[in-house]
């Protein structure tokens, strides 16, 4: 069955240095692929899609990657800040019965100031 | 624009009660989906509606149930409720104008807790 996996533990990383995180997925091929920020209490708010013939997307200090051939997409903040702590998702379509948009179990970033 | 708006916000039942939840998507929005949230399963996804039908369904029992009404406003249900129900549900809406779920716009969730 299709599998997505983040990296269940925290992100540790100082201010002012890149984060990267991790989204990888098994048994399907995604036309595209999101990202969004899970802050604590709150709802998952949309970062950025990547579709399957780009190979990279910016928006002001995020950067995602989509690598088809790895089943892999890396996101990236450059010049953390402490308020980019939070909780990244990775989402991805999927279609067996019903089309359905399945998310990774996120991964915690942590910036220290 | 307003946000998608969920109530209640909290809520705690009794195991065997039913519940009910509200969401009012983004005005223009007509595609409405729901999601559980629990610390050990993650995000999921539970169904969506399109113009007052349901479109897409995840694998989740029929005890979970939903409807959408003619302003795009959804509702969910959970009948006969479980501890394991206990979970953030979230609400999250879209144009929807083709099956896809470019840029899922999140209301902020109901907190169920069930004893």
């Known amino acids: 069955s299709q599998k997505i996996e983040q990296n269940s533990e925290a992100l540790n990383i100082q201010e002012g240095k890149t984060a990267t995180l991790t989204c990888n997925y098994t048994n399907y091929s995604p036309a595209y692929l999101q990202w969004y920020r899970q802050d604590p209490g709150r709802g998952p708010v949309f970062l950025l899609l990547i579709r399957e013939n780009e190979k990279e997307k910016r928006k002001e200090r995020l950067k995602v990657t989509f690598d088809t051939t790895l089943k892999q997409s890396l996101f990236h903040i450059t010049a953390s800040q402490p308020a980019d702590s939070a909780t990244y998702l990775c989402?991805?379509?999927?279609?067996?019965?019903?089309?359905?948009?399945?998310f990774g179990s996120g991964t915690r970033l942590l910036v220290r100031p | 624009k307003a946000g998608v708006t969920q109530t209640p916000r909290y809520l705690i039942k009794t195991r065997g009660q039913q519940v009910t939840l509200s969401c009012s998507p983004i005005s223009g929005h007509r595609s409405v989906s729901w999601y559980q949230q629990t610390p050990g399963q993650g995000l999921q996804f539970l169904f969506e509606?399109?113009?007052?039908?349901?479109?897409n369904k995840g694998n989740f029992p029929g005890r979970f149930s939903g409807r959408q009404f003619s302003n795009s406003r959804s509702e969910m249900n959970v009948s006969t409720l479980e501890l394991g129900d206990s979970a953030l549900y979230l609400c999250a809406s879209n144009h929807g104008t083709t099956q896809s779920y470019n840029e899922q716009f999140f209301g902020p969730g109901t907190r169920l807790t069930v004893l």
């Open positions: 989402a991805l379509p999927f279609m067996d019965s019903s089309y359905k948009l399945i």
């Open positions: 509606y399109f113009s007052e039908t349901q479109r």
